[in-house]
Structure formats: structure tokens, C-alpha cells
């Protein structure tokens, strides 16, 4: 299985939130994603409007 890049990794995320936070991914204007280990797994989504 080949691994996914940043970009199409961050398209994968997009596509996932589309008709749930967003209508369509041409909304979204900036994308910041991290990934911290932690005793308490959890996602955490921040949504702003400019």
C-alpha cells in the first residue's frame, strides 16, 4: 500500500467534514493539522468563520 502525501492526506480530511461543517471544500481557506500523543485519544476540530 503506498502512503498518502501531506496534500492528499489534508483532500482525505476535507472530503471527510464536507456536508457535516461545510457545503463544499472551496470554503475552507486555511487547514492546520497536528498530532499529539496523548493518555486521553481524542479528535479535536476548531471552526472559524473570517
Same mark, same amino acid.
Given at each position: 500500500m503506498d502512503l498518502l502525501t501531506i496534500?492528499?492526506?489534508d483532500f482525505v =480530511? +476535507? +472530503?471527510?467534514l464536507k456536508s457535516v461543517i461545510w =457545503?463544499?471544500?472551496?470554503?475552507?481557506?486555511?487547514l492546520l493539522v497536528s498530532k499529539y500523543y496523548s493518555q486521553n485519544p481524542r479528535v479535536e476540530i476548531t471552526i472559524q468563520q473570517f
Open positions: 496534500r492528499e492526506v =480530511k +476535507l +472530503l471527510a =457545503k463544499d471544500d472551496s470554503q475552507v481557506v486555511d
